[in-house]
């Protein structure tokens, strides 16, 4: 019987949008190279580093900004304030705002959704993630009306952990912090390889389609069918 349900955060419950993430890269931050770190189920490089934690925010931050095309010009001073000093082209702000242009939203019906499901299961969340991204993600829960943690008992997240998914680390230590069965467990995430290794250790485990009906996805996990 399941009693805990987990759910990985972008992709399912918050949709994305990687084309509107590199344009934001490219022509705000000017940084031509995010095609070589950023994917739709799991980052590479050192945005890969940034999300098992082995890169704080600042460093990644730094290193996006060296890299971009903009580096080392400045914005010239406007004739309203003549005597104004130049300010970087690139900042910080900058940086968090490219990465917050991946994460578009949720959509209301899952926000009820998992109302309902909270007051018949213990939800969770499991993501490859990191402390830039959360701020967003934490606004977008608040501004749909349900901040994460009144919903979510607990949120496992990669950078804090200083572990991945797919790596079956991650999913141990998930496993032995809510203390059940692992067949008491349902997980859902749109990476193939994610459910994979969750399934390899006993969890029931379902792939959701980006776009496609949440609660098919959860109600099939529910009937054991772990089709989506």
């Avoid at 490219?26 to 070589?36: H, P």
């Avoid at 060296?66 to 004739?79: K, R």
């Avoid at 402390?131 to 979510?152: H, N, T, W």
Wanted: glycine share 8%; proline share 4%; aromatic share 8%.
């Amino acid at each position: 019987m399941i009693k805990a349900i987990i759910f990985d955060l972008g992709g399912v419950l918050i949709d994305l949008d990687l084309e509107r993430c590199r344009k934001a890269f490219a022509e705000d931050v000017g940084y031509r190279k995010i095609n070589e770190l950023l994917d739709a189920w799991h980052q590479k490089g050192f945005y890969s580093d940034l999300e098992e934690g082995k890169l704080s925010a600042d460093e990644f931050r730094r290193k996006i900004i060296e890299g971009s095309a903009f580096a080392g010009h400045s914005a010239p001073s406007t004739e309203s304030v003549p005597s104004a000093e130049s300010v970087p082209a690139v900042s910080p702000d900058d940086v968090d705002h490219a990465m917050w242009a991946l994460l578009t939203g949720i959509e209301p019906y899952k926000i009820d959704f998992l109302r309902e499901l909270s007051g018949k299961y213990d939800l969770y969340l499991l993501s490859n993630n990191n402390g830039i991204s959360m701020v967003r993600c934490r606004q977008i829960f608040e501004e749909a009306g349900l901040p994460m943690e009144k919903v979510f008992r607990k949120q496992y997240l990669s950078y804090e952990m200083k572990m991945l998914k797919p790596s079956p680390q991650i999913y141990r230590a998930v496993i032995e912090d809510i203390g059940l069965s692992p067949d008491e467990m349902l997980f859902i995430d749109d990476s193939v390889s994610n459910v994979a290794a969750a399934a390899s250790l006993g969890i029931h485990a379902v792939q959701y389609v980006p776009g496609a009906d949440l609660r098919t996805a959860v109600n099939a996990g529910l009937e054991g069918d772990g089709k989506c």
